[in-house]
């Protein structure tokens, strides 16, 4: 069974304060995903990484997948309390009918 | 495009009973999942399907069928409810060798 482990698993912060959430695993992934999800919705997509050592940024977020594709964090600087909600790490192999495996997700709380 | 739509919002069963979850996707994917959702453990694959009747095992299967009759609907039954099912249930639905999935808003499930 792959696994992804995300840490911390809640996080409460003060607004403008930086924060980074870690995924974690002992497995090689193809691509790893990062969704938001706000309470009583489904997972949105953040954005996608698929090579190793990649970073991407999206506005005041900035993801970065591990050189050897088995780990990938999510920074945020100067947190808004836009930003709270769940956040879920997600891994692809590639092939396999497409299937991904979920990390147990990061609760950030943003606090005006 | 309504994207991944589900219904119902909200069920309460009593244990024993029967229900179905119904999802429907306009984007013409050709995979779609059936996810649980319990606190502190993600997401897991209940189900899913590469097109059009075929389907699939995923992570947790047990007490849980599919059926995938048509390309834009995925139905998950429960035949005989159990407390252990109580969970939020997402639909999800992707492109082949497309990274991203899209998200039903889910079905809030309790099993009394």
């Known amino acids: 069974t792959q696994l992804l482990e995300q840490s911390p698993q809640f996080l409460s912060i003060q607004e403008g304060e930086n924060l980074t959430v870690y995924c974690n695993s002992s497995s090689v992934f193809s691509s790893l995903q990062w969704y938001r999800q706000e309470p009583g919705e489904g997972p949105v997509l953040l954005v996608t990484?698929?090579?190793?050592?990649e970073v991407k940024k999206l506005k005041r977020l900035t993801f970065q997948f591990g050189d050897a594709r088995k780990d990938s964090s999510l920074h945020i600087t100067a947190a808004q309390p836009g930003d709270t909600g769940l956040y879920l790490c997600a891994g692809g192999k590639g092939t396999n009918a497409g299937k991904s495996t979920f990390g147990d997700g990061t609760t950030l709380t943003v606090k005006p | 495009n309504a994207g991944v739509t589900q219904t119902p919002k909200f069920r309460v069963l009593k244990t024993g009973q029967s229900m179905t979850l119904l999802c429907a996707q306009d984007m013409n994917h050709e995979y779609m999942y059936w996810y649980r959702q319990d606190p502190g453990m993600g997401l897991r694959l209940i189900h899913y399907?590469?097109?059009?009747?075929?389907?699939a095992k995923g992570e947790v299967p047990d007490g849980y069928n599919v059926s995938r009759l048509k390309k834009q609907n995925f139905l998950l039954g429960l035949e005989s409810a159990a407390p252990s099912q109580t969970s939020v249930y997402f639909c999800?639905?992707?492109?082949?060798?497309?990274?991203?999935?899209?998200f039903g808003p889910g079905t809030r499930l309790t099993v009394l």
């Open positions: 399907s590469v097109g059009e009747g075929t389907t």
């Open positions: 990484v698929v090579t190793g050592g």
């Open positions: 999800a639905s992707r492109r082949p060798l497309a990274d991203t999935q899209y």
